[in-house]
């Protein structure tokens, strides 16, 4: 047993370390913190456990081992043995089964969008929730974004021409349905007449820009253009904090500037919370597929040294693979976005939901030694191995359930992902598993009826 164990752990840190490729601290943090965690479990039931059990003595493990006899679970045992009578005795329903299962999965995956929005990580009809929903009916809108525009020189800004400019840019981001207001300093020049009431020299402009700055305005002014005039903050309300919201944004505003180029040497940057967000959500993203990537190529490696097989590392990464493939179906087809939380849980998934095919495969090689019978071996892995890892999922499964009542929607969501997970890889395993190895061992091993 020491040499399974040691990997389902080694793969559960590899998933959690791989985190920190992800180019954000917290997350990186977060991996590298569990994967020490990891290890010290691993290392303390190596040490401790086999300490203690010494400690019970010859009597006390007598006790132990018969209270866990197959009396003591009658209901799991029989419901396990008619599982693998089932799998064994009709070998072609579930592969089909699985096959299309994962098929009709495919375009549910097509489907999956990267969309995130913090606010949404709040459960509808909270309080930040109403807040946000009254401020956004009041105002033009809670979520900003921010267009900074540096000239080349003082004379950029407040030519006529920039001025006209930025006037046809603001009103080409108001018929965006999603944008409420957009603010910057022509305002204070036009007190928003727009086109019609621009001054016609620079002069003028200039001149009602510095009395806007002594004037009661003194403070917006100062928010939407330097004092010297080399730097414009155009502000963008928006009604929604949605990536996609914020992608919409850039979309039009480059098109409009694609098509209306500024002045040569003036540079423009995009700001601002929402915009920080998507920032953050593009490079969590990357991150988390190159650490998903990372982490099935070194699960996969241990797999192959653990069994010395190449062919037995695939079949281990099968059930995991199917899971995978159904989960994300399922994601993609109800609408959900591919956010925080489902990027971050797609790496660990990896290297916890494997520990029940190796596990399986691990026990199996042994029976097939112990009893020389392929047959033999995969009815006594419907005992005692398989109630050990239906016990491991359950507790594992269960253990993400109280996450389901939780105030934030991210922990609601990683409690359903983890157990849909768990549950799946172990039918999977279980279920699956048997008939490939069949299927695969085909005349390796003399069959020897019971």
Known sequence: MATPITFTSLTTAVAFASLA????????VFGLFVALGVFFAWLLTML??????????EEGLRRSIKGDAESGSKALTGALRGMGRFTVGKPIILPVLFIVLVIVAIPGMMKISVNDNPVRWFKSGSEIRLAIEAVNDLFPGVY?????????????????????QLLALQERMAEVSIVGQVTFYADLVTNGAGQDAVPRTQGQI??????????????????????????????????????KSM????????????????????????????????????????????????????????????????????LAILPLSATILLVYGVIGFIGKDYDMPIAVLS??????AIDFAIHFIQRY???????????????????????AITRNALIIALGFVPMFFASLTPYIIVGIFMASIMVLSWVASLALLPLIIKLFQRGEVEVVEA
Request: overall charge negative; glycine content about 6%; hydrophobic content about 50%.
């Open 21 to 28: 490729i992800a180019p954000i601290p917290p997350v990186q």
């Open 48 to 57: 401790f456990l086999p300490a203690f059990i010494m400690l019970l003595g």
């Open 144 to 164: 900003n974004a921010n267009l900074i525009i540096e000239g080349a020189g003082p004379a950029t800004l407040t030519s006529p021409e920039m001025v006209s």
């Open 365 to 387: 090689r042994q029976l097939v030694e112990e009893e020389g019978s392929t047959v033999l071996a995969l009815k006594r892995i419907y005992e005692e191995p398989a109630r």
């Open 206 to 243: 200039e001149r009602s820009l510095d009395a806007a700055f002594d004037s009661s305005q003194g403070a917006l002014a100062s928010a939407l253009i330097s004092p010297d005039y080399r730097r414009a903050n155009v502000q963008i309300s928006m009604k929604s904090g949605d990536n």
């Open 347 to 352: 790496t660990l998934v990896l290297g916890i």
């Open 247 to 314: 992608q919409r944004v850039l979309d039009e505003a480059d098109a409009f500037l694609a098509a209306n180029p500024f002045p040569a040497g003036t540079n423009a940057e995009w700001a601002g919370e929402t915009y920080l967000n998507l920032v953050w959500q593009d490079k969590m993203v990357s991150g988390m597929l190159k650490a998903f990537l990372s982490t099935f190529a070194v699960v996969f490696v241990l797999m192959i040294v653990l069994f010395r097989s190449l062919r037995w590392a695939v």
